[in-house]
Nanobody, 117 residues
Framework: QVQPVESGGGLVQPGGSLRLSCTVPGFTSNGCGMAWSRQAAGKQRDWVSS???????IYADSVKGRFTISAEKAKDTVYLQMNSLKPEDTAMYSC???????????WGRGTQVVVSS
């Protein structure tokens, strides 16, 4: 398995925006989808959003209308554009590939997002 590499986290004020990136070499050519999840301190991991190899996207109700997932296939990278951030969005955000066979993946180490004034 290739370990995902996440980046783009940081400290942002409520109402602000961040764009997270997740790179997994080969995920595009292997026909994999990708998912983002988040885990706040002391809480369980929650699924946030997914994108299929065909570009179909789905979102958790808590982020629908604020977050956008997209893929840049030439770079084997998936992005999570996060707008109108709220303090409850504070968490470690991780990604992993989706699908069977070579697409079976583990969550990456993540990138920390803190929404605070």
């Amino acid at each position: 398995q290739v370990q995902p590499v996440e980046s783009g986290g940081g400290l942002v004020q409520p109402g602000g925006s961040l764009r997270l990136s997740c790179t997994v070499p080969g995920f595009t050519s292997n026909g994999c989808g990708m998912a983002w999840s988040r885990q706040a301190a002391g809480k369980q991991r929650d699924w946030v959003s997914s994108i299929t190899t065909y570009g179909t996207t789905i979102y958790a109700d808590s982020v629908k209308g604020r977050f956008t997932i997209s893929a840049e296939k030439a770079k084997d990278t998936v992005y999570l554009q996060m707008n109108s951030l709220k303090p409850e969005d504070t968490a470690m955000y991780s990604c992993k590939t989706l699908g069977g066979g070579v697409c079976v993946g583990a969550w990456g180490r993540g990138t920390q997002v803190v929404v605070s004034s």
